[in-house]
């Protein structure tokens, strides 16, 4: 059986979890966090999350994750069959990442956990973040799905980074990211509806305040 090594706040871990639910594939999650002990780094060489262990041995690194589980594995397809439609749904998702994930994540030391980032960074951030949204706004087709009418992986990867980026440009900002972006509103309501959507956010809260509380101590 399939398991998958992570804790349920990290957003690259529900990537890949709501991919295993949505897919319909027997796993178990073995939680862990990211680390540098030599065990750890075993399964993760750069110690994050998350890992997918299987019959074979580790595999770390969301993306290949996800492609390994359409390459391998049936159940619901999250990639289209025609090749460059294919592609297509494999830009919008690096675009997520690097344009909007990224810059975003870059800020999250002190939306989230109580510490201080360089003014640069987060100037940087901004207009990093609002040139991959404009992007997003013209790449993506959200009808109703980010590449077009069923749900591929770009759609795990923007459901799990504008949540945390709209917090970003909110509090750092004073921007909201959907404001003029029904299209984007209309597909996160989609999707908070689809029942393993649900699951791995009931799982998410219950472990939240106990992670941003350990987090803010491993601070101090």
Avoid at 17 to 28: I, Q, R, S
Avoid at 183 to 193: G, R, T, V
Wanted: charged content about 25%.
């Amino acid at each position: 059986m399939l398991k998958l090594h992570g804790f349920a706040v990290s957003n690259y871990f529900n990537m890949v979890k709501l991919a295993l639910l949505e897919k319909g594939l027997d796993f178990e999650v073995r939680v862990v966090h990211p680390s540098q002990d030599p065990e750890f780094l075993a399964i993760s060489p750069r110690g994050k999350v998350p890992s997918l262990e299987t019959e074979y041995g580790f595999i770390s690194e969301t993306n290949v994750i996800l492609e390994y589980l359409e390459e391998t594995h049936g159940g619901k397809r999250l990639l289209p069959e025609d090749a460059f439609e294919r592609a297509n749904v494999r830009a919008l998702t690096k675009e997520i990442e690097l344009y909007i994930e990224l810059p975003a994540r870059s800020c999250y030391a002190e939306v989230f956990f109580g510490g201080k980032v360089d003014q640069a960074i987060k100037d940087k951030a901004k207009a990093d973040l609002l040139a991959g949204v404009s992007a997003l706004k013209r790449h993506g087709k959200f009808a109703p799905y980010v590449a077009g009418s069923e749900m591929s992986i770009a759609d795990l990867m923007f459901l799990y980074s504008i949540d945390l980026a709209s917090v970003v440009a909110r509090k750092l900002f004073d921007t909201d990211l959907l404001a003029d972006w029904p299209q984007a509103q209309a597909l996160l309501k989609k999707l908070s509806e689809n029942a393993n959507v649900q699951k791995v956010e009931a799982d998410k809260n219950a472990e939240m305040a106990a992670f941003i509380a350990a987090a803010r101590a491993g601070k101090k």
